[in-house]
C-alpha cells in the first residue's frame, strides 16, 4: 500500500460496507503514478478553480466600475457650473470607454477560463494517469495549460485597470482645481458676467477684447477699431512674435446671429493686410452656419457667447478657449 500507516490522512469510513470494501481495495492497489496523477490533477483543479474565480471577480470588478462611470456620466450635476459639469461628464465618459474595450476581453477571458475547467472537471477519475501519459507525450498543451496565458492577461489587464483609475482620479483633481480656480476668479473684479458684457457699448467690447488678451500675456498694438481699421478691431502680438488679430460684434439681445460677410471682409484682410498668424471673430451672440462653416474652411477662430463666458466670466485663457468643442 502506497500510504503509509503513520499518516495523518485516513480514507473516509464509508457507512456502506460494499462501498468501503471498494474504495480500501482501490486504494490498495493504486500504483505510484496513479497517486501522483490523481494529486497533480486535483492540485491543478485547485488553481484552475482559483483562476476562473479571480477571473469572475475581475469581471464584477469592471462592470461595477463601469456602472459608476456611467452614472457620473449620465449625472444632471445643477449645482455644478456647466464648463465644470461638462468636463466631468466628459472625463467619465472616457472612462466609460476605455473600460467597455476591458469588459470585453475580461469576458472573454473568463469563458475561456471555465471552458478548460469544466474539461478538467469532465476528464478528472479513471482517466487521470491515461490523461497525464498522453499529456506528457503531446505537444498540445493540456486544458490546465491553457489557462496559463489566461492568468497573464488577467494580471496585465489589473495593471492597465488601475492606470485607468489613476489617470481618471489624476483629471478629477485637475478639474477640481480648476473649479476652485474659477471661482476665485469668478469673485474677483476681473470677471465680467454675461450680463454686464451684454449691457456694453461697441466700443466697450472691442476694449474688452484688449483687455483679456491682455491679461492672457499678449501685448496689445490696437484696443478699438473705427474708420479705416481694415477689419482688425484689437492687434495683439504674442510671447513668441505672433500676430492675433480679432474683429468684436456686438449684439444686443435678441438680435441675430452673425453672418458669412462679416467673416468674408475679416478673412480679406487679416492675413494679407495685417499679417496674421490667429485670426478672432468674437460676437456676445451667434454665428450662422455658413458662417461658421466659412471659417472653418479659411481656420476662422469664433468666439460665441458661450466660450466668451469661459473667456470674460470665468478666467479660461485663450488658447483653451479656441479649443473648446
Known amino acids: 500500500m502506497h500510504i503509509r500507516e503513520l499518516g495523518e490522512i485516513r480514507p473516509h469510513r464509508y457507512a456502506d460496507k460494499d462501498f468501503r470494501r471498494w474504495i480500501g481495495d482501490a ?9 501522483l496523477a490523481s494529486f497533480i490533477y486535483t492540485t491543478e483543479a485547485s488553481y484552475a478553480n482559483a483562476i476562473v474565480a479571480a477571473l469572475h471577480k475581475h469581471v464584477q470588478d469592471v462592470i461595477r466600475e463601469t456602472r459608476e462611470a456611467k452614472a457620473r456620466k449620465a449625472a444632471s450635476l445643477t449645482d455644478t457650473p456647466k464648463p465644470i459639469a461638462d468636463l466631468c461628464r466628459a ?3 472616457r472612462l466609460v470607454e476605455g473600460l467597455a474595450d476591458e ?7 473568463l469563458e475561456e477560463a471555465r471552458t478548460a475547467f469544466n474539461k478538467m472537471r469532465d476528464t478528472f477519475g479513471a482517466v487521470a494517469v491515461r490523461h497525464h501519459k498522453q499529456t506528457a507525450k503531446s505537444v498540445e498543451p493540456s486544458a490546465f495549460e491553457t489557462l496559463m496565458p489566461l492568468w497573464s492577461q488577467y494580471s496585465d489587464a489589473v495593471d492597465r485597470i488601475a492606470a485607468l483609475l489613476e489617470a481618471d482620479a489624476e483629471e478629477l483633481h485637475r478639474i477640481a482645481m480648476l473649479d476652485a480656480h474659477r471661482m476665485a476668479f469668478v469673485r474677483s473684479e476681473a470677471s465680467m458676467t454675461l450680463e454686464q458684457i451684454h449691457a456694453l457699448h461697441h466700443s466697450e467690447f472691442e476694449q474688452l477684447a484688449a483687455d483679456l488678451v491682455r491679461r492672457d500675456g499678449y501685448r496689445v498694438r490696437r484696443s478699438g477699431g473705427g474708420a479705416g481699421d481694415l477689419g482688425a478691431d484689437v492687434i495683439a502680438e504674442g510671447s513668441k512674435g505672433e500676430i ?8 444686443a439681445a435678441g438680435s441675430g446671429a452673425i453672418g458669412s460677410p462679416d467673416l468674408q471682409r475679416l478673412n480679406g484682410t487679416a492675413r494679407p493686410v495685417h499679417k496674421a498668424d490667429l485670426v478672432i471673430a468674437m460676437t456676445n451672440g451667434t454665428f450662422s452656419l455658413p458662417a461658421r462653416r466659412f471659417a472653418e474652411s479659411q481656420k476662422i477662430h469664433l468666439i460665441e457667447v458661450r466660450r466668451l463666458e469661459q473667456w470674460a466670466t470665468w478666467g ?7 479649443e473648446m468643442v
Open 27 to 35: 486504494i490498495g492497489k493504486a500504483t505510484q503514478d496513479q497517486l
Open 91 to 93: 472625463a467619465a465618459g
Open 103 to 109: 469588459l470585453v476581453e475580461a469576458e472573454q477571458a
Open 244 to 251: 492675433v488679430v480679432i474683429q468684436c460684434k456686438h449684439r
Open 316 to 322: 479660461q485663457p485663450l488658447s483653451e478657449v479656441l
